[in-house]
């Protein structure tokens, strides 16, 4: 049995021994049954005292489903490191293939060549660890492994971030489940399209007290009346069933956190989800 199963059960028994006990120490519930039931009455110290442990035992349940709130969350947390570690490990495992490219091109006498990647590889170095701007740990965890799943799919993948995203105001988990349906949807579109260049576009900013994120893909371009329709449930453009939720999740989530998106499409650009999170009032203030 999961350990969630257990503290629900757990729960349940703890409010129904409550429940019992304020309800046989209530006196207008005693003079209901007395008829059926033989007992002695309980004095009022005794009452009061049985009440009072009743009523604990609902604060009882409280910290105890804080607890599991905070034990789910340290588990997402800990899955997002692993996620990290591996992305590391991935990236080690390129920096390796670049450094022997060079390698091979210096010895076969191809110094310009050489180069001319160093430069590239450079270029695209800074934007990978751009993500390391971010201060969040489950927030650049989330773009580092979908910007590695990209590229992994023959995805070239644009990334500027200019914020740390320090003093989001939204909950951390809500906004990588908002960057993980967006980059989601981005990628499989691109994956599955015919287009020669696939691209991703990410840009984190802040911008008038707002944190602005859009995740852009060149593929497809969407019609004006499709705006609003995507964010419908169960709404989806793949084969598979099970699909048409994400976005809609987004939006949930979105108007939960008094946020907003927006959605433009443009034909040689492609389709751009924007998101606009307020900041704390930390962050206003310094601003």
Known sequence: MKLYTKAYILIILILIQSLAVILLTNQMFINMVEGLLAF?????PVAIILNILAVSAFFSIYFILRFLHIERESIIKLNHSQEVIDALHGQKHDFNNHLNLIAGMLQVGQTKRALEYVFDVSQRVDEVFSISKIKNIEIAATLSRKCAIAESKGIIV????????????????ELCKILFNLLDNAIYELEHSKQEDKILTIDIADHDQMYCIAIGNSYPILSSSMYDKIFQPRYTTK??????????????IIE?????ITVESYEDVGTIFTVFLPQSQTEQKRI
Request: proline share 2%.
């Open 40 to 44: 002695d009455k309980y004095s009022y």
């Open 158 to 173: 644009e990334m500027d971030i200019s914020t740390s995203l320090e003093n989001l105001k939204m909950d951390p988990i």
């Open 239 to 252: 084969a598979d069933d099970g699909h048409g939720y994400g976005l809609s999740i987004v939006k949930q």
């Open 256 to 260: 939960k956190n008094k946020a907003r």
